[in-house]
């Protein structure tokens, strides 16, 4: 009875990673730690918002955190603390989800609906519209294999391993069921 309660958690953990990977997509961007919906009252009552690298940085080197956020400041008109913001979200972020947020952001501003949106538009400009709509496909579809893919494996790792624990019960390492 233990054995097909843990075999029943087992199947149930690997049926909502399915479902969990199955409702995402690559190019979709999730809100990132300082772009919740309460960030502004946030901000206004603690400062900028900040993640432990931006912390770190800030605390130990404080004048290479402040010279890069005071070129940034010049470099775009923005405020301190929209340069901050900035700074802090590149630094919290691997290079390229921090590139697909400015991306994201860019086409925003342009009037598109999102970043996939507003390169095929763009492309489409210049003529090159199906070729760019075929490259974004290519990748969305290259990126939906691996996910199965990735799936697969770890299905094919439980079926084999549930298949060895009922072949000898006694001698399967009871502590991975």
């Keep these: 009875m233990t054995t097909l309660k843990s075999s029943a958690r087992l199947l149930i953990m690997l049926v909502n990673a399915v479902l969990l990977l199955g409702s995402t997509n690559a190019f979709q961007q999730t809100p990132s730690f300082g772009t919740r919906s309460n960030s502004a009252s946030r901000t206004q009552l603690f400062g900028t918002p900040m993640g432990p690298m931006a912390r770190a940085k800030k605390m130990m080197e ?6 890069v956020v005071e070129e940034k ?9 929209e340069a901050e913001s900035e700074y802090n979200a590149f630094l919290e972020n691997p290079p390229e989800y921090y590139a697909l947020d400015q991306k994201e952001k860019y086409y925003r501003k342009m ?3 999102n970043s ?3 390169r095929i538009a763009e492309a489409e400009k210049e003529g090159r519209g199906d070729e760019v709509r075929a490259q ?3 990748v969305e579809q290259q990126g939906k294999f691996k ?10 790792i439980f079926l084999y391993l549930r298949e060895m624990y009922q072949a000898d019960p006694e001698n399967f390492n009871s502590g991975i069921l």
């Design 62 to 67: 404080p004048e290479e955190y402040n010279r």
């Design 147 to 156: 996910a199965f893919g990735v799936l697969g494996f770890f299905v094919a």
């Design 116 to 118: 996939r949106e507003g």
């Design 136 to 138: 974004i496909e290519a």
């Design 111 to 113: 009037g598109y609906k």
């Design 73 to 81: 400041m010049k470099q775009s008109g923005m405020t301190r603390e």
